[in-house]
């Protein structure tokens, strides 16, 4: 039986922390891949400014195109309407019956996750790996681990992960003033950025009027 990490993401843009997570997750737990899928219309957040699902795939797409053992996926993008998380793993788990799958997410969600759509048929279709940051309370962790465990009979595992202080907020706000992202976003990610002149003011404009 085949062990897959799944994760989803805005990915605008993906970064180092996003990959860093899916490696310390194959690694810690022996997943055999890791599938990344870019969210398609999110009904959790503003659509009006996040580039096209086919970009965001392209840059996901560049992320892992050296590692074998990630793939992206274009399954949300292509589905119409709202996105829903329950939706993408029972397609997954229609489609590889005999797989197991890890949804991998952040400690943040692990609090939020029963008020996402249809929670109980997330959990019927994979295990969760929530990664635990530097800051986060594990005794808080743990009791909402367990809450849920027993609530909709969930296998959740803990994942400790370093506090890196990433995110597509701030890295989109650094290219808009100019500055570098070397470090934080794969080489190939960056350049295609550049030569699309994504994160620009005027780029951001033409995005919000769709």
């Known amino acids: 039986m085949k062990k897959i990490g799944i994760m989803g993401g805005t990915f605008n843009p993906i970064h180092i922390g996003h990959l860093t997570l899916a490696e310390r997750s194959m690694e810690e737990y022996g997943l055999d891949e890791i599938w990344l899928i870019p969210t398609g219309y999110s009904y959790m957040k503003n659509n009006s400014s996040i580039l096209s699902g086919e970009e965001r795939y392209t840059m996901t797409q560049l992320a892992v195109a050296d590692n074998q053992k990630m793939k992206c996926l274009d399954i949300e993008i292509k589905r119409p309407g709202y996105t829903y998380s329950y939706e993408t793993l029972e397609q997954l788990k229609e489609r590889y019956p005999a797989y197991e799958f890890y949804f991998i997410f952040g400690s943040d969600c692990l609090f939020t996750v029963e008020n996402w759509k249809y929670p109980e048929r997330i959990f ?87």
Do not use: W
């Open 124 to 210: 019927k279709n994979c295990k969760v790996i929530a990664a635990v940051r530097n800051g986060a309370c594990m005794d808080e962790m743990q009791r909402k681990k367990l809450d849920l465990e027993q609530k909709f009979h969930a296998k959740i595992h803990l994942l400790s992960f370093p506090n890196l202080e990433i995110s597509s907020t701030d890295l989109r706000q650094r290219i808009r003033m100019g500055k570098s992202v070397r470090y934080l976003i794969p080489d190939a990610v960056a350049s295609y950025i550049e030569e699309k002149h994504f994160y620009k003011d005027e780029q951001e404009k033409i995005y919000e009027n769709k």
